[in-house]
T-cell receptor, first 114, second 113 residues
Framework: AQSVTQLGSHVSVSEGALVLLRCNYS??????LFWYVQYPNQGLQLLLK??????LVKGINGFEAEFKKSETSFHLTKPSAHMSDAAEYFC????????????FGTGTRLKVLA | DVKVTQSSRYLVKRTGEKVFLECVQD?????MFWYRQDPGLGLRLIYF???????EKGDIPEGYSVSREKKERFSLILESASTNQTSMYLC????????????FGSGTQLSVL
């Protein structure tokens, strides 16, 4: 069965530093890939997604992610962290055909230090 | 703007009670989902529905059932609530293909005492 692994349940970075949140998936057939963000007391909202085409995907709030098939990875980055980036981030995958299931990782809580 | 509305933000129930969590979307979406979110476990799929009156079990359906009588409404039912069902419940919807993003409600924090 498809699975998603997010390394690091908590990540702390200084304001202005690089943000790197890791995500790996298990499928031998590349799925569709998503990153969602959840701010306190809110539902999840989409940051970016990869379906086909260019492997470097740009999203909202300066985030981007690169799909690497050989590494089965879809890591999320942002060059310079801002205090407002403090939130929980979830990587998710969905199958390219068949079931409508979306599978989520366990999440990474990002803390930004002043 | 697109909206997924969950009827309650916080809910407190007693063990053994029947609990209904309601979710309504205003986007005419085909697919609707119920997830539960627990610290360290991420989001786990309980049930989803790809059409009116159609439903499929997710990864953790035990102790839950669902109802989708109208396209815009997807209800999650806890037939006999138990303390291990204390959790945050998130409803989501999407249109058609699986490359589409999920739209989420704000969640219902359910406490079963």
């Amino acid at each position: 069965a498809q699975s998603v692994t997010q390394l690091g349940s908590h990540v702390s970075v200084s304001e202005g530093a690089l943000v790197l949140l890791r995500c790996n998936y298990s499928s031998s057939v590349p799925p569709y890939l998503f990153w969602y963000v959840q701010y306190p007391n809110q539902g999840l909202q989409l940051l970016l997604k990869y379906t086909t085409g260019a492997t470097l995907v740009k999203g909202i709030n300066g985030f981007e992610a690169e799909f690497k098939k050989s590494e089965t990875s879809f890591h999320l980055t942002k060059p310079s962290a801002h205090m407002s980036d403090a939130a929980e981030y979830f990587c998710a995958v969905s199958e390219t055909s068949g079931t409508y299931k979306y599978i989520f990782g366990t999440g990474t809580r990002l803390k930004v230090l002043a | 703007d697109v909206k997924v509305t969950q009827s309650s933000r916080y809910l407190v129930k007693r063990t053994g009670e029947k609990v209904f969590l309601e979710c309504v979307q205003d986007m005419d979406h085909e697919n609707m989902f119920w997830y539960r979110q627990d610290p360290g476990l991420g989001l786990r799929l309980i049930y989803f529905s790809y059409d009116v009156k159609m439903k499929e079990k997710g990864d953790i359906p035990e102790g839950y059932s669902v109802s989708r009588e109208k396209k815009e409404r997807f209800s999650l039912i806890l037939e006999s609530a138990s303390t291990n069902q204390t959790s945050m419940y998130l409803c989501a919807s999407t249109q058609g293909a699986t490359n589409e993003k999920l739209f989420f409600g704000s969640g219902t924090q359910l406490s079963v005492l």
